[in-house]
């Protein structure tokens, strides 16, 4: 993983310069958020509906042991077997020794955050198990051997040139038209037969269902379902956090996650799966399997990060987030990217690891205002941003620079000395009323200019003002 | 310590060791049901038919329908639906009763769907005006593949199991034993993964065709 390497200002830096990066996530976040704020004006109860999913949220963290056991108590009753894991490490494990245990030899799984953030893929890779993404978009991931860069659309930084040039390469009956549908097409043939000799499934879960023990997926390719009917196991991974009382509560957080997500009202495919076959059931699996994660959950409801519970990844943050849409998902280098990403990434990677992310921030407040929970976003980036101070982890340049600032801001008579040399210096460039460039400003000026400074500083001005009267 | 004991002990430190009351917690999820029509978007027609056809004609979900007045009208529907598209006459329909009990001669039927299956003809338990959705149950006449591996999929359903909201649905089958699948079906299958841009038919149904039985207060 060369991400992971680099550091964030270099894979920035690479990003800003790749010029198909930008036309593809443009292509991808504005579509989504003309189409959130289409589905905003038919849906004038939004806010308070809004107000509510967040209640609803709150109300499940404040009791979530309680909430957990009844789910514990109900799938076990549906037939299911209930995993508990403290760690990404601890819930692969689980799951490979699940499909080991199943003699499983190809495995197909369904798209599920939770199974990029414990590392699945991967561990899956690393048993010598055969697996085989069926989303599309972590189908063109897989293809070509990256990593997703958005939770909503994983391969969002790919053009559909490069999925052309892909599919072309590494499917058995590639597509012969340059259409985004004969691409479909053509992944829909290459899968086919795969959804129908797995031997294990596995899936996420954007839900848990306490009083029935039930899980809840939303897809719109139809995939899910695909991959979860045939094989005789089906495996479910899942964030603690995502429990709700009922599926009235669950229906109730849908309408917000998928408005908030694609804009659209409802995905094409809402499924609840309850235990494995039953008497009589035409297919289904013979076993179900739950793992329930908890990797740095209970450490968030210690840690003042109560708030971010509540987030029911709709990837709204992302879409709406002037960094994000300059940079896009890679360069976070965790499995979560943008405003959210940058949230949890400290927490999952450790904060010295990723303090660059908090600070990549402008704190336009965007992202809390399109969030369907109302996480406050800026102020848990702060809070990381104080830690990082706190903890020392600022480089010595920022420390020097600051501890300068502060020796000045704290005297007025420097300040103000100091001001008056700057203004009179910077303009100096002045070009027409603006500065295009400025030694030491390179990096600033080169994309952008900013208004010459007036010919005197205010406290200068009004020094005057005060005098004549 | 169990990972579960680990968590569910980090959990009740986390929040601060507070003794939790079962029925105070239940009283308070019910409240946060409370007032949905507060927080749940407005039906599109006043009739119950009509605002769910609405739903499922409209571009978002953008599947077709139709409606006839009785249960036995299903087969000439299909057919002409059939003919219209060119398609032969060889249908996967799904082994329940309201289904097999019609008149299909001319039509060449089976049971089991097959993985590049062209026509499966389905029947849905309740349909939701709110969003235009068909909800299936699996079971011993409900196989789960055949909602998904048709390219076409035909599905009827009773104008009386129309219900107006997505919430109707839970409180209808509340306290029951749910089936192991409930899919709650909302137009053909689709992808936005290739820049955004949507495409129909990913991997399950590329055309649904939702065939409307009757009138809500008719017992067909």
């Given at each position: 993983?060369?991400e ?8 920035a ?24 704020a ?14 509510r ?19 514990e ?22 799951v ?14 369904v ?5 990029e ?29 990256d ?17 052309s ?13 340059e ?12 899968l ?5 000799t ?48 009922s ?12 408005r ?15 235990g494995?076959?039953?008497?009589g ?5 013979e076993?179900f399997?739950i ?5 740095g ?19 709204a ?10 940079l ?14 940058a ?7 450790g904060?010295e ?16 205002e ?5 996480i406050?976003?800026?102020?848990l ?13 600022e ?28 203004v ?14 400025m ?23 009004y ?7 | ?34 007032g ?23 571009p ?19 057919g ?8 032969p006459?060889?249908?996967?329909l799904?082994?329940?009763?309201p ?6 001669s ?23 005006a709110?969003?235009?959705s068909?909800?299936f ?25 129309i ?37 129909l ?7 649904l ?12």
């Open positions: 993983m060369q992971a390497t680099l550091s964030f200002k270099a894979r830096k690479e990003a800003l310069a790749d010029p198909t990066l930008k036309i593809a996530i443009d292509r991808t976040t504005g579509t989504a958020e003309r189409k959130r289409v589905a905003m004006t038919q849906f004038p109860q939004f806010e308070a509906a809004r107000e999913g967040k209640r609803i949220k709150d109300h499940v963290i404040a009791n979530l042991d309680h909430y957990l056991l009844e789910f108590r109900n799938a076990i009753a549906s037939g299911a077997k209930v995993h508990w894991a403290r760690t990404a490490e601890e819930a692969s494990q689980i490979v020794r699940l499909c080991k245990e199943a003699g499983a030899k190809r495995v197909t799984r798209k599920s955050m939770l199974g953030e414990i590392g699945l893929p991967h561990a899956l890779d690393e048993a010598g198990i055969e697996r085989v993404e069926t989303d599309l978009a972590e189908h063109i991931v897989q293809l070509g051997g990593r997703p860069s958005h939770i909503v659309w994983p391969s969002m930084h790919r053009t559909r040139e490069q999925v040039e892909m599919f072309k390469r590494l499917h058995r009956a590639p597509h012969q038209e259409t985004i549908e004969a691409m479909v097409d053509s992944a829909r043939r290459e086919r037969d795969k959804f129908l797995a031997d294990v499934s596995i899936s996420g879960a954007n839900f848990l269902l306490a009083d029935t023990g039930a899980t809840c997926t939303v897809t719109n390719e139809g995939n899910a379902e695909l991959t979860t009917t045939p094989p005789r196991v089906h495996i479910v991974t899942a964030g603690i956090e995502k429990l709700v009382p599926m009235g509560h669950a229906i109730a957080m849908l309408r917000l996650l998928v908030s997500a694609t804009g659209a009202d409802v995905t094409q495919y809402t499924t609840f799966h309850c494995p076959k039953q008497t059931d035409r297919d289904g699996p076993e399997h793992v329930l994660v908890d990797n959950r209970t450490r968030m409801l210690r840690e003042g990060m109560k708030d971010m519970l509540r987030c029911i990844r709709c990837g943050c992302m879409n709406h987030c002037v960094v994000f849409r300059q896009g998902g890679h360069v976070y280098g965790g499995t979560y990217p943008g405003p959210m990403g949230v949890l990434t400290p927490m999952f990677d904060l690891q990723s303090r660059d992310l908090p600070h990549a921030c402008t704190m336009n407040g965007k992202c809390q399109v969030c369907p929970v109302a406050p976003l800026p102020t980036l702060r809070g990381w941003r104080d830690r990082s101070w706190r903890e020392g982890l480089p010595t340049a920022v420390r020097f620079g600051l501890g300068i600032h502060t020796f000045v801001a704290s005297r007025p008579r420097l300040y103000r000395l100091g001001t008056a040399i700057a009179r210096v910077m303009r100096l460039f002045n070009r027409g009323g603006l500065v295009k460039g030694p030491g400003l390179g990096a600033w000026t080169a994309y952008r200019e900013f208004p010459a400074p007036a010919k005197r500083t205010f406290m200068e001005m020094k005057d003002q005060e005098k004549g009267q | 310590m169990s990972a579960r004991d680990t968590i569910l002990n980090a959990i009740r430190g986390g929040l601060g060791n507070t003794e939790i009351h079962p029925m105070a917690v239940r009283r308070e999820a019910d409240a946060l049901l409370q949905l029509p507060s927080i749940r978007p407005p039906l599109l027609e006043d009739g119950l038919v009509d605002a769910f056809i609405a739903r499922v004609t409209s978002k979900v953008a599947a077709t329908a139709e409606r006839i007045a009785s249960a036995s009208e299903l087969p000439a529907a299909v002409r639906y059939l003919e219209a598209r060119g398609l006459a060889v249908v996967a799904q082994p329940a009763a289904l097999q009990d019609l008149d299909w001319g039509f060449e039927l089976h049971d089991e769907v097959a993985p590049d299956e062209t026509i499966a003809i389905g029947v849905a338990r309740w349909g939701i709110e969003t235009g068909l909800v149950h699996s079971g011993a006449d409900t196989p789960i593949l055949a909602n998904f591996l048709p390219l076409h999929h035909l599905v009827m359903v009773r104008a009386d199991t219900l107006p909201f997505l919430d109707d649905y839970a409180a209808a089958t509340a306290g029951q034993r749910p089936p192991r699948n409930v899919n709650i079906v909302t137009g053909a299958s689709g992808t936005t993964d290739i820049e955004g841009s949507l495409v038919g990913a991997h399950g149904p590329r055309f065709h939702v065939v409307i039985v009757g009138t809500p207060d008719s017992s067909e």
